[in-house]
């Protein structure tokens, strides 16, 4: 079974650091895109970061600059390192991926993961 699993959540004051992990696990064949989303009470989910299979990134207005989303392929694991933070980047912060299971290598399903809840105090 496949599951994305997100860690490194937490509080920090404004202007500080954290790194978001998203460990994907189970049997997986390939895993394309990967993407990080955030939500807060009320709003819509919104797309923070992405990045492709070979390394390309997009990123949204809001976090260009202060984000950097990365991936261990060989540890099927994508990264969001979040430097600068503000009060108004509070939100779970949720990763999915676009993947083939083993048993379906030639689907392109996605995952979610549970999300992990990030708070910046000011």
């Known amino acids: 079974q496949v599951q994305l699993v997100e860690s490194g959540g937490g509080l920090v004051q404004a202007g500080g650091s954290l790194r978001l992990s998203c460990a994907a696990s189970?049997?997986?064949?390939?895993?394309?895109?990967m993407r990080w989303y955030r939500q807060t009470p009320g709003k819509e989910r919104e797309l923070v970061a992405s990045i492709t299979s070979g390394g390309s990134t997009n990123y949204a207005d809001s976090v260009q600059g202060r984000f950097t989303i990365s991936r261990d392929n060989s540890k099927n694991t994508n990264y969001l390192q979040m430097n600068s933070l503000k009060p108004e980047d509070t939100a779970v912060y949720y990763c999915?991926?676009?993947?083939?299971?083993?048993?379906?290598?030639?689907?392109?399903?996605?995952?979610w993961g549970q999300g992990t809840l990030v708070t910046v105090s000011s």
């Open positions: 999915n991926a676009d993947l083939a299971p083993s048993a379906s290598i030639y689907s392109n399903f996605r995952f």
């Open positions: 189970g049997s997986i064949f390939s895993i394309n895109a």
